[in-house]
């Protein structure tokens, strides 16, 4: 059953620490991984997409990398502007229906 | 830019009433979704539009029903609203369906029913 599990649920940290976000997932032949962004009361924003293993991509203090199992989101030095919740998706390779999404990371920077 | 605009931003319904969802993109999408977003669980796709003239069921359809007026406007309606339907809707675009183009979002209708 194609799954998407992302953790942890909230993450807090303090301006200027590093972290990770995970999302793991199980899905049969994967076309591509997509990364948004959701803002409170807002719809989701679109950051990246990694179609294979080993692929990384980078934007700001974002980079978001790929295995056959899972994507990271590396979020170095964040700022109080990057909390949000973080959404990952997954696309099957086959069926027009294919895309599923995570629950998603909390994530909240404090000054 | 408008992107994805969705009407009402906020919808407060009893049960049994009906209502439409409206939605437009102005980005020449070929692809409209209709997904709903819940606590606690990801975005579920409702309805979606490969293209013009077509629609076809998602993740969770019982209880709504779509248009695809013209290649930039697609309606999402609730014929007869129950509690289990509020939620927070989300319209979204594609230039195409099922490949890897990403989904381009409006900021959601909330709706609740009473």
């Known amino acids: 059953e194609d799954q998407v599990t992302q953790s942890p649920e909230a993450l807090r940290l303090q301006e200027g620490e590093s972290s990770s976000l995970n999302c793991s997932y199980t899905?049969?032949?994967?076309?591509?991984l997509f990364w948004y962004r959701q803002d409170p009361g807002k719809g989701p924003e679109f950051l990246f997409t990694?179609?294979?293993a080993g692929e990384e991509k980078e934007k700001e203090r974002l980079k978001a990398t790929l295995t056959k199992k899972e994507s990271f989101l590396h979020i170095t030095a964040p700022k109080p502007e990057d909390s949000a919740t973080y959404l990952c998706?997954?696309?099957?390779?086959?069926?027009?229906?294919?895309?599923?999404f995570g629950t998603g990371t909390r994530l909240t920077v404090i000054p | 830019n408008a992107g994805v605009t969705q009407t009402p931003k906020f919808q407060v319904l009893k049960t049994g009433q009906s209502m439409t969802l409206q939605c437009a993109q102005d980005?020449?999408?070929?692809?409209m979704y209709w997904y709903r977003q819940d606590p606690g669980m990801g975005l579920r796709l409702i309805y979606y539009?490969?293209?013009?003239?077509?629609?076809d069921k998602g993740e969770v359809p019982n209880g709504y029903n779509v248009s695809r007026l013209n290649k930039r406007e697609f309606s999402l309606r609730l014929e007869s609203a129950a509690p289990s339907q509020t939620s927070v809707y989300f319209c979204a675009s594609s230039s195409r369906t099922g490949n890897n183009s990403p989904l381009h979002f409006g900021n959601g209708t909330r709706l609740t029913v009473t």
């Open positions: 899905v049969s032949g994967l076309r591509g």
């Open positions: 539009s490969a293209s013009e003239g077509t629609t």
């Open positions: 980005m020449n999408h070929n692809s």
């Open positions: 998706a997954v696309q099957r390779q086959t069926g027009a229906n294919n895309l599923f």
């Open positions: 990694l179609y294979s």
